[in-house]
């Protein structure tokens, strides 16, 4: 499955950004995700979703701020991100994998390239 990310950019704190991610390939319609990783840390989960069934899944720091949602007609994933912190500055990457599970567990099979995400404060 190739992986193709896009959207990011510099946004002010409280601001909104929508990242998407085009899915292309055999196992496009696996499951996919969101992480990220910031300057010196490691690469963390942000969200996941299952694309048959919609179920959502996010890491406790984006909850209520983020969304992840998939379009099946455009075979395309996008995270909404709302309310901006300057802590969720980081390359944000897409993935796929064969079950919800080993997207949460951070352990996917494919990676796309990475998008920066910049929130000045």
């Known amino acids: 499955v190739q992986l193709q990310a896009s959207g990011g950019g510099l946004v002010q704190a409280g601001g909104s950004l929508r990242l998407s991610c085009a899915a292309s390939?055999?196992?496009?319609?696996?499951?996919k995700g969101w992480f990220r990783q910031a300057p010196g840390k490691e690469r963390e989960f942000v969200a996941g979703?299952?694309?048959?069934?919609?179920?959502?899944v996010y890491a406790d720091s984006v909850k209520g701020r983020f969304t992840i949602s998939r379009d099946i007609a455009k075979n395309t994933v996008y995270l909404q991100m709302n309310s901006l912190k300057p802590e969720d500055t980081a390359v944000y990457y897409c993935?796929?994998?064969?079950?919800?599970?080993?997207?949460?567990?951070?352990?996917?099979?494919?990676w796309g390239q990475g998008t920066q995400v910049t929130v000045s404060s």
């Open positions: 979703v299952s694309w048959n069934s919609g179920s959502t």
């Open positions: 390939g055999r196992t496009f319609s696996d499951p």
């Open positions: 993935a796929s994998a064969t079950s919800l599970r080993t997207v949460v567990a951070g352990k996917p099979d494919y």
